[in-house]
Nanobody, 122 residues
Framework: QVQLVESGGGLVQAGGSLRLSCAAS????????MGWFRQAPGKERESVAA?????YYADSVKGRFTISRDNAKNTMYLQMNSLKPEDTAVYYC??????????????????WSQGTQVTVSS
């Protein structure tokens, strides 16, 4: 059983930056694939980034967002720079506890945070 608690959402102007944090419980956090997802109104949930021992990014955020993790703190981060209005969404962190998955961005994640709103004004 894994609990994920997310923080750091808010309102920012286009071109600005925001940092999301995801604190996880669990004894094997370091073994989990971790990911960030987002869902805008009227849109399907989409994968943003994922991290195992290396990072993966959706094309829409590549070069602007950075995913990282601190296993000693059981925490994952998403640094979002050069934000655009189209980044506006509810952001979720997620954990996948299963075996190796070829495409971490679309792994069958087991656990999800409550979500946090990110709003980017134009």
């Amino acid at each position: 059983q894994v609990q994920l608690v997310e923080s750091g959402g808010g309102l920012v102007q286009a071109g600005g930056s925001l940092r999301l944090s995801c604190a996880a419980s669990g004894r094997t956090f370091s073994r989990y694939t971790m990911g960030w997802f987002r869902q805008a109104p009227g849109k399907e949930r989409e994968s943003v980034a994922a991290i195992t021992r290396r990072a993966y990014y959706a094309d829409s955020v590549k070069g602007r967002f950075t995913i990282s993790r601190d296993n000693a703190k059981n925490t994952m981060y998403l640094q979002m720079n050069s934000l655009k209005p189209e980044d506006t969404a509810v952001y979720y962190c997620a954990a996948y506890s299963g075996s190796y998955y070829e495409s971490p961005l679309v792994a069958p994640y087991d656990y999800w945070s409550q979500g946090t709103q990110v709003t980017v004004s134009s």
